[in-house]
């Protein structure tokens, strides 16, 4: 069934980088959006950057020049880079698969916490 399972959260001082990881199965990975959600406590889930099939990338403006979305197909994972986090960055970070306009894929969702 699918799957999706990120990894690579905890916890880090402000200026500091992480890299998560969201590794996924039981789907088409190639031919579907993925992208990077956050909520952080009290928040809405927002966006924070996607990359569709063909590698074109959007992010929020929040996080544009600092995170970094990739994605590997062949080996099934899309990661965020995050550099120079900031305490505004704390949050959980949600993979979400996308194909059109179909029902999307949520992982569970890993936590990131940036305290000094």
């Known amino acids: 069934q699918v799957q999706l399972v990120e990894s690579g959260g905890g916890l880090v001082q402000p200026g500091g980088s992480l890299r998560l990881s969201c590794a996924a199965s039981?789907?088409?990975?190639?031919?579907?959006?993925m992208s990077w959600y956050r909520q952080a406590p009290g928040k809405e889930r927002e966006l924070v950057a996607a990359?569709?099939?063909?590698?074109?990338?959007n992010y929020a403006d929040s996080v544009k020049g600092r995170f970094t979305i990739s994605r590997d197909n062949a080996k099934k994972m899309v990661y965020l880079q995050m550099n120079s986090l900031k305490l505004e960055d704390t949050a959980v970070y949600y993979c979400?698969?996308?194909?059109?306009?179909?029902?999307?894929?949520w992982g569970q969702g890993t936590q990131v916490t940036v305290s000094s």
């Open positions: 990359i569709d099939s063909d590698g074109n990338t």
């Open positions: 979400k698969a996308r194909y059109m306009g179909w029902a999307p894929y």
């Open positions: 039981g789907f088409t990975f190639s031919m579907y959006a």
